[in-house]
């Protein structure tokens, strides 16, 4: 039922309308709490443990901004929040939701090892244009009848983010292209010590562990709203992970006692 209503919304709406009427209603229910039981949305309610007035924060995949708004709304005049959505579509909403947030930047990229066009798609669903699984296909054949395409322009994060005087947290989802973009932009990882918030799984998720354990890195998972080390190995654990610098962690966890 829920798929047929969006399909119906998206067909009478069009889809820049339809796409900012998701914004709208996502900002309603999360505003009124009636999402705080969705275990989909626990970071979005979780952040506000995370991020503080001043903080600098870059958003990889920031989508309809679901995330940046609250980002927005957490660091204040004082800090800034930085966008990258390399979808069209998702970005001009994500620009229009944003427009009164005069400490946001938004960027229209995606993310990689190079600075060169690519094509990105994203997978039909019943008529509509889904809002997740946007990704650079690697390694893989699709059907155009099935998926929406679009023509990015890829640039590096090192690049991009060179100039940042400060890093506090970033939030990684771009659909398993992590296992390339975070090597991409190690140095300033270990430069800025970011906590890190990020969607992973599989193969792409072994590369993640073993690179941010390896510059220092501790994985957590948010179980009933707390925070408790997780092991790659054992698994048992769905959701986004939080990798925190072992030089924060009393400084993060003890936040959270309170």
């Known amino acids: 039922m829920k798929k047929l209503v969006k399909s119906i919304l998206y067909k009478s709406l069009g889809q820049n309308a339809y796409l900012k009427l998701l914004h709208k209603s996502f900002f309603v229910l999360y505003d009124a709490g009636l999402l705080k039981n969705d275990e989909a949305y626990k970071f979005n309610y979780f952040v506000k443990n995370l991020v503080n007035e001043g903080d600098y924060v870059v ?41 009164s947030k005069k400490n946001c930047t938004l960027y229209n990229y995606a993310l990689g090892t190079e600075e060169k066009t690519i094509e990105m798609v994203v997978p039909k669903m019943n008529g509509y244009l889904r809002t997740g699984l946007a990704h650079v296909p ?22 991009l983010l060179k100039d940042l005087p400060r890093l506090d947290y970033l939030k990684c989802d771009i659909e398993g292209y992590e296992e ?67 030089s924060r962690i009393s400084e993060v966890l003890d936040k959270n006692k309170g």
């Not at 980002?71 to 004082?78: P, W």
């Not at 690697?138 to 690049?159: I, L, Q």
């Not at 941010?212 to 769905?238: C, F, H, Q, S, W």
């Open 59 to 99: 958003d990889f995949g920031a989508n309809l901004g679901y995330f940046a708004k609250i980002f927005s709304r957490l660091v204040g005049k004082r800090g800034k929040v930085i966008c990258i959505e390399p979808v069209k579509p998702f970005f001009a909403t994500l620009s229009w939701g944003l427009k």
């Open 138 to 159: 690697v390694n893989e054949t699709y059907n155009a009848n099935d998926n929406y395409t679009f023509e990015v322009e890829m640039r590096k994060g090192s690049e």
């Open 180 to 246: 390339y973009v975070l090597p991409e932009v190690k140095e300033i990882l270990i430069k800025h010590k970011p906590t890190i918030q990020i969607e992973t799984w599989g193969t792409h998720k072994d590369k993640v562990f073993e690179l941010l354990e390896g510059i220092g890195y501790v994985p957590y998972g948010l179980t009933e709203n707390k925070l408790t080390v997780v092991n790659n190995l054992r698994g048992g654990y769905d959701g986004d992970y939080l990798f925190i610098h072992n």
